[in-house]
C-alpha cells in the first residue's frame, strides 16, 4: 500500500513540476527550491516580526488598540509588514509541508536520512505551534477564541489540571503577564526553531539555505501583492464576559480547532499525538529496503574514490566527500547533475524526460541526484571549475624526449604547443587516446618548470596506452591531452611537517610536490617515504637522495617490500606504511601525502587514523586501473582516495 502511495504522489509531484519547469524554467522552478524557500521565509517572519514586535504593546488594554494603530495609521508600513507576517507564515508552512510530503512520497526518509526526517517534523510543529500562538497577539475575538480554546486544550493535560483557565483566562485573571507569556513564546519559538533548522540542514551535504535570486525576489512580491490585495485586519476586540460565536476563521491554521467542542480534548489529543507519534517511527515501518552493501564511486576528472552508503544517491555521497560536483534542483528536473556512467550499475530514480532524455540514458548518462548505485560504480562529470581559478582545456604537445628508467617505467617528457600549461604540484593530465578514452597521469615536474611536462609511465600489461609509449611511441610523436585536473595538490595552509608516501611511480606527484617546496623556500619539515618491492623499482634513487644532501629539512627512508637476495639491501624493509608508524606513533601533528597503489593507501589509510591522523590532515592518491580491469590486474592510472 505504502508503495502505491508513493508512486501515485511521485508522479503528481513530476506533473506539477513539469507544468511550473514550462512556467518558470527548470533552473527557477519553486518546487526545486522548497526547502530554501522555507529557510527564506522563516528569515522574512523573523524580520517582519521584529519590526511588528516593536510597536506592539504587551498589555492586556493595550495590546488590540497598538495593533490596530498600527494596521491603520501605519497602513503603508505597519499595515504591509503584519500582512506581510501573516502571509510569509502561511506561505512557510506550506513550503514545508510539502517539503516534507516530496521526500515522503520519494522514499527519501530511511536509513541514514532518520535524522533530517525527524528533525523536520520537529520543525514543522514548531512553526505551527509559533503561528497559533500569533492569531493570539492582536487580542480581538479570533484571538481571545484561539486562547480560551488552547488553555481549555491543554488543561485537559495532568500537568495543567485547569490552571491556565483558571490563572490565565478568566475576566478577573487575564493582565499582563498573559501578553508577556504570549509574546515571550511568540519570539522564543522562531529563536528555536532557527537553531533547530541551522541542525537540520548540517546534517544535508550542499544543503541549499537560500533560493535563486530570481526564486526569492518572485516569492517577495507575491507575498506584497497578497498583502496590498488582501491586508490582515482584526475583527473586533476581545470582551471575556461573552463567549465569541462569530469570528474571522483562519482554516489554513486553525483547522483543528473545531474538533475540540465537535470531539473532545482528549479526543484531539490522540489524533495529535498518533499522527506525530506515526511521522517520527515511520522511518523505520515496512517494508523497509532491501538491505544493501556499502558500494563505493570512482568520480573523474577529481579521480577520487568515495563511499556510497545504503540508499544514497551519487550526489548525496559525492557532496559528502566534498567533491564540487555541479548540481542545481537536486530533484531530476533541471540536468546540471549529468555523469557518465562507465562501469557499475545504478539504479535511476524518477525524474523528468526532458532533464534526461532516453538516448543519453542508452549511453550511460544518469542524474546524479536520483540515481543510486547498486554496485561499485566508475563514473565522471564535467566539472564547473578546479581549484584556483585555473581551468582545465586540452592541449597538444610533442614527444620531446623518452628515457627508460627501468624495464617497466617510462620517462617523458612533452613540449607543449603554445603557452605553458598552469599547474599546481600533485595535479594530473588525461592523455586524449584515438577512441576517446583517457588515461590519468600525474605532474612529475614542479610548475616553474613549464617549459615541458614530465611523465613518469609504468608499463601494465595488456595497457592500451602503456604498451604503446614501450614498443611504439617516438621523440617527435604528438598527443592530446587535458589538464590540469583533480584537486590533489601541495597546500601551504599549514605549518606542520609533511609526511610523503610513496608507492611505485607514485613517487611522480610527490617529486613535482617536493621540487615545488624548494623553489618556493619551504621551510616545513619533509619525510619522503619511498615504498617498493625490490632495490630496481627505485628508479631515480639518486635524486631524492641529492634533495637530503642539500635540504636540511628533507628526509628520504626508501623502504623495500621484498628485497631480492642480489639486492643486499641493508635498508627498512615491509610495508611502507608500517614503516612510517615505527617511526611516528603519534601522527596527530604531522600532514601526509599519500601517492600509490590502491591497495597500499587502503591499508594505510585506517592505521593511520588509529594513531591520530585527522582526515583533514591526509591527502592521498592511489594508482590502478579502472575498476573493472583493477580486479583483474594491478596498477596504473591515478585515482583519488580520500582527503581534498
Known amino acids: 500500500m505504502l508503495k502505491v502511495v508513493q508512486r501515485v504522489g511521485q508522479t503528481a509531484f513530476l506533473a506539477a513540476e513539469r507544468v511550473f519547469n514550462r512556467v518558470f524554467g527548470d533552473a527557477l522552478n519553486p518546487f526545486y527550491y522548497l526547502g530554501a524557500i522555507a529557510y527564506y521565509l522563516l528569515w522574512v517572519v523573523v524580520a517582519s516580526g521584529l519590526y511588528l514586535y516593536i510597536f506592539f504593546a504587551t498589555g492586556v488594554h493595550e495590546a488590540y488598540a497598538s495593533v490596530e494603530a498600527l494596521t491603520h495609521d501605519q497602513w503603508w508600513a505597519g499595515g504591509i509588514m503584519r500582512s506581510f507576517h501573516r502571509y510569509a507564515s502561511d506561505a512557510m508552512v506550506l513550503a514545508m509541508v510539502l517539503h516534507l510530503v516530496r521526500h515522503f512520497v520519494f522514499d527519501h526518509y530511511r536509513s541514514f536520512r532518520w535524522f533530517s526526517w525527524i528533525s523536520g517534523v520537529i520543525l514543522l510543529w514548531l512553526v505551527y505551534i509559533a503561528g497559533i500562538n500569533g492569531y493570539m497577539l492582536p487580542w480581538d475575538r479570533t484571538a481571545q477564541f484561539v486562547t480560551v480554546a488552547t488553555a481549555e486544550w491543554l ?128 522511518p523505520w515501518l515496512p517494508p523497509k529496503r532491501r538491505a544493501k552493501d556499502d558500494f563505493h564511486l570512482m568520480v573523474r576528472p577529481d579521480n577520487r574514490i568515495v563511499p556510497a552508503r545504503q540508499g544514497e544517491t551519487i550526489l548525496e555521497a559525492v557532496l559528502r566527500e566534498g567533491i564540487a560536483f555541479p548540481y542545481e534542483c537536486r530533484n531530476g528536473g533541471c540536468g546540471q547533475c549529468k555523469c557518465a556512467v562507465s562501469y557499475g550499475s545504478v539504479e535511476q530514480g524518477p525524474h523528468q524526460e526532458s532533464a534526461l532524455s532516453a538516448a543519453e540514458r542508452a549511453k550511460g548518462v544518469v542524474l546524479a541526484c536520483s540515481a543510486m548505485p547498486l554496485s561499485d560504480v566508475e563514473l565522471e562529470y564535467v566539472p564547473r571549475s578546479l581549484p584556483g581559478g585555473i581551468r582545465a582545456r586540452e592541449y597538444r604537445a610533442r614527444v620531446a624526449s623518452m628515457q627508460k628508467a627501468t624495464d617497466d617505467v ?136 641529492r634533495w637530503a644532501a642539500e635540504h636540511p629539512n628533507f628526509t628520504f627512508v626508501p623502504v623495500l617490500s621484498a628485497p631480492a637476495p642480489e639486492d643486499r639491501w641493508t635498508g627498512r624493509t615491509g610495508l611502507v606504511h608500517e614503516a612510517i608508524l615505527a617511526d611516528f606513533p603519534d601522527l596527530g601533528g604531522h600532514q601526509i601525502y599519500a601517492c600509490g597503489s590502491v591497495k597500499m593507501v587502503e591499508a594505510a589509510h585506517p592505521a593511520f587514523m588509529a594513531h591520530g591522523m585527522t582526515q583533514d590532515d591526509c591527502f592521498s592518491d592511489a594508482f590502478k586501473l579502472t575498476p573493472h580491469l583493477a580486479r583483474k590486474a594491478g596498477a596504473a592510472d591515478l585515482v583519488k582516495l580520500g582527503g581534498a
Not at 478568566?170 to 528555536?192: E, K, Q, Y
Not at 576517446?436 to 617549459?451: E, I, K, L, Y
Not at 595538490?489 to 606527484?509: E, Q
Open 410 to 545: 617510462m620517462i617523458v617528457r612533452l613540449k607543449v604547443d603554445g603557452d605553458p600549461i598552469r599547474f599546481y604540484p600533485g595535479q594530473y593530465i588525461n592523455v586524449c587516446l584515438p577512441d576517446g578514452q583517457r588515461r590519468s597521469f600525474s605532474f612529475a615536474t614542479a610548475p616553474h618548470v613549464n617549459d615541458e611536462i614530465e611523465l613518469q609511465i609504468r608499463l601494465i600489461p595488456g595497457g592500451q596506452f602503456t604498451t604503446h609509449v614501450f614498443t611504439e611511441m617516438k621523440v617527435g610523436d604528438t598527443i592530446r591531452f587535458e589538464g590540469p585536473l583533480g584537486s590533489f595538490f601541495l597546500r601551504d595552509d599549514s605549518d606542520k611537517p609533511i609526511l610523503f608516501v610513496a608507492g611505485a611511480t607514485g613517487f611522480a606527484p610527490v617529486k613535482s610536490m617536493v621540487e615545488h617546496a624548494f623553489h618556493v623556500g619551504m621551510k616545513r619539515r619533509m619525510i619522503l617515504y619511498w615504498g617498493v618491492r625490490s632495490r630496481r623499482d627505485l628508479y631515480l634513487p639518486d635524486l631524492p637522495k
Open 155 to 282: 488543561d485537559w493535560l495532568p500537568v495543567f489540571n485547569g490552571a491556565l483557565i483558571r490563572n490565565f483566562i478568566t475576566p478577573d485573571a487575564v493582565n499582563d503577564r498573559l501578553f508577556s507569556l504570549l509574546s515571550f513564546l511568540h519570539i522564543g519559538l522562531p529563536l528555536g526553531t532557527l537553531g533547530l533548522l541551522w541542525i537540520h540542514t548540517q546534517r544535508v551535504p550542499g544543503a541549499r539555505t537560500h533560493p535563486p535570486r530570481p526564486v526569492w525576489i518572485g516569492v517577495t512580491l507575491a507575498l506584497l501583492v497578497l498583502s496590498l490585495v488582501k491586508p490582515a485586519l482584526s475583527g473586533d476586540p476581545a470582551d471575556l464576559a461573552s463567549a465569541p460565536t462569530t469570528v474571522a476563521f483562519d482554516w489554513f491554521y486553525l483547522t483543528v480547532y473545531p474538533l475540540l467542542y465537535r470531539w473532545s480534548p482528549g479526543g484531539m489529543w490522540a489524533l495529535v499525538g498518533i499522527l506525530t507519534l506515526l511521522l517520527l517511527i515511520l
